[in-house]
């Protein structure tokens, strides 16, 4: 007999327990696929924004710079990635705790057509970072709604991010219309007297440089001077970060470049509102000008810059090697003085880089087995530290046979730079197109000398008066070469050159010997003495790596507009 005891309607205590158990299971499954799901949208969010964020900061570097299209751009990235379109409505919803300085709210004032308004696109003070907030993104999922489960919200951020690829913004020199791979140009000039009119000549290896007759020293006004006597060849940049322009934002913008990106024309220059600079038709420039500082610092990548007044020869000397034997510019560290100084040979009697335009090239060896004018190989393999023997190559037959000294030890400056201007005349830029000019002379390392920068080349011929507008067209890879100290003495610092007239004493990167020296050291110039100008060579956008200047997209060719690299920031 079965004694076990016995509850009334247990079958149907067991039934309500599994079924308890087994809703639960499927309630917890059913949340889980749902959550799977969320996760998933999460996923396409992230990808959304990161792929929004990146476009938009190309965009703005390379698209011309206006933010009504980087936003639209951004906007439209946005709704194509996510294969459904964001509203307007949502996207002035929205809100970004973490937004940057300037939302498209913000620059609404300025920019009426602007298009999303909200504080989930928004850009930092210089424009050199862009920040996506994607509004809330509802995930249905497969089974909550049928089981009283609430509705999952997703959303994401990115920020994304342009650099120069030479370290700061451009400093506050400009290049004429005209100014081409080979040229040395003057970067700023001075109210005071003239430097030499002609410039040396090397005449080959083992033969004494002479004085040129053909020649003339950029920054002699005999050679034309694109720059007006007030205005000396600079611009005064604004300081995005503040607003503010003045003489320590030259200071500062010689020392570290611009703390904001420039743009370049991209349209049409045929607003009857916006004249033709110099009344030029239908070249290509954009209608739209964006002056530099304009509407309070909140134009994105400026095109347009202004003529200046406010240069003195204390900014130049600051900003390149410091003021007066103070170790910072403006709390900044001058252009020319870092860890590569070279402390035997000195300028006003400061520290200065002096590392030569030619220690970047390529070794000759690897030259010699490119597209490159043999004036390129022959200038690499003049270096003492190359090795490279030219004697045992046929095509340099003819240039060893008319210099029988050509051996390393017998160049002097003034060679190594009649070479270097051949070299870079010779170079073929070809049509930009992939495979249609030489290769490239200089390796990566260039893009961390301190001489080298890139600078706006601008539409105008001229400096012709001060606050005059100098319209962007592209920008031009160039070393700085030559510096020119006023002095009360009349020798030049160079005991090459045989002058003896000028007060002004030259220094070109990598000259060592000075007919001045001051405690066991050469120096050109004395502590107080006036550095006044200086003058740089021209580089092409092909003749360096494309990480610091995309060949393809140079405008014109010879300029580069694509200086830039593009990372995600956050």
Known sequence: MDRRPRFRGERGVSAVLVALVFGTLMMVSAFGVDVGEAYAERRHDQNTVDAAAMSGMVEAALGGGVINDVVAEIQLKV??????????????ACQDPDQLDLTTKDLQAGNPTISPVSDCISFSKGFDRVRVHLPDQESRGVFGPALGFARLETSASAEAEVIPNRGGGSPPFVAFEGTAKGDFICLRTSSSQDPEKWLMTG??????????????DPCHADAGLPLHSSTFGTINPWAYEDCQKGNDQIEKAIAVGIDHLLGVFDGGYDSASDPDPAGVVGDGYDSRTRIDGGAGCTTAYPNTLTADTGYTDKMLRCGLVSEGNKDLCQNE?????????????RVVDEAFDNVPPWTYLHAAADLHAGNVPDACVILAASRATDGFDLSAHSRYAAYVSSFPNWQPANWEQYDRYDMMVTCLLDWDVGTGAPGTSDDELFGEDLGSALRFAFIPQVHELTISSSQ??????????????RLYVKTTGKLMCDPLDPRTTSKYWVHDAGQTVSRYTQAGRQVCGAKNDSLQRMAAVVFACGMVPDSLCDKDTSLPVNAGQDIYDFRMSK
Request: aromatic share 10%; net charge negative.
């Open 79 to 92: 709704d194509t990635t996510l294969d459904r379109t964001v509203t307007d409505a949502e996207w002035a």
């Open 203 to 216: 005449n080959g290896p083992g033969v004494p440089p002479t004085v040129s007759t053909t020649a003339i």
């Open 333 to 345: 560290f001058p252009r020319l003085q870092n860890a590569t100084v070279q402390t035997d040979y």
């Open 468 to 481: 005059q507008p100098l319209h962007i067209e592209g920008f031009l890879p160039i070393y700085m070469y």
